[in-house]
């Protein structure tokens, strides 16, 4: 009987042994995948911090870095896809997750990775990036022409960003350089002014310029002020907005 007992008690640790290791390997396979996800992932304090870093356009990619010739443009909640460059082709609202560095656009997450944003099958890089196309009326593999993919908001430049205080105010200054081949008129840029920890605790936006439009080439201030706040020691200054003349 003792040993019929025994070997009960037995089996019975041995399967309490393999569960251990079980529930111990679950753990570990876990946190392995929870380490490699958030390897790289670049973390926001606020949804205000993420959405003023992530302003502007982005050429969407495939995995393998080629260009597919379209632009993810992030205009403050919305994210509107250009295709190929001829338009806004549809607009849909954006889900901020700062604190796990996501975002969600489209029904998809894409992960916000040393400047970039990135989703199961494409990559999306900041401002523009090189694209080869082809002459289809003469094609010859051998000659090809690469030319510089972009919209408007990578066009006109933000530069000379300066801050000061006066009395009652915390301001910033800077210029716009038309860079593109359009005229723009009604440029309005936003800015986000932060602490030096990067946290955003105030914003403003105003117009570079108006219906007199800015030239290929051309170049103009702006300026954005907020109540004074001596915390204040940096501003991320994006164009918000603008029409073509």
Same mark, same amino acid.
């Given at each position: 009987?003792? &040993? ?10 041995? +399967? ?24 790289? &992932? ?100 051998? &000659? ?47 800015? +986000? ?49 603008? +029409?073509?003349?």
């Amino acid at each position: 009987m003792s &040993k019929i007992n025994c070997k009960v008690n037995h089996n019975r640790t041995k +399967a309490i042994i393999i569960i251990l290791i079980v529930i111990i390997a679950i753990f570990l396979i876990g946190l392995v995948m929870c380490l490699s996800q958030s390897k790289g &992932k670049i973390q926001f304090d606020s949804e205000e911090e993420m959405r003023s870093s992530l302003q502007g356009a982005w050429t969407i990619c495939f995995n393998d870095g080629e260009s597919t010739g379209d632009q993810l443009i992030i205009d403050g909640d919305l994210g509107k896809l250009d295709i190929d460059g001829v338009g806004i082709k549809y607009s849909q609202t954006i889900e901020w997750e700062p604190n796990k560095g996501i975002l969600k656009w489209d029904d998809t997450i894409y992960i916000v990775d040393n400047n970039t944003l990135k989703s199961s099958d494409r990559i999306y890089k900041r401002g523009t990036v090189e694209k080869t196309t082809y002459d289809f009326e003469d094609w010859d593999s051998s &000659k090809n022409t690469t030319e510089k993919l972009g919209n408007d908001y990578t066009m006109l430049q933000v530069s000379n960003v300066k801050i000061e205080s006066d009395t009652n105010y915390t301001v910033c200054t800077g210029i716009v350089t038309n860079n593109g081949r359009n005229t723009y008129k009604f440029i309005e840029v936003k800015g +986000a002014f932060k602490t030096s920890n990067g946290t955003v605790v105030d914003t403003d936006s105003s117009y570079a310029c108006g219906n007199e439009g800015l030239d290929v080439g051309e170049s103009t201030s702006f300026r954005l002020s907020v109540p004074k706040n001596d915390s204040i020691t940096s501003c991320d200054v994006n164009v918000f907005d603008y +029409a073509i003349k």
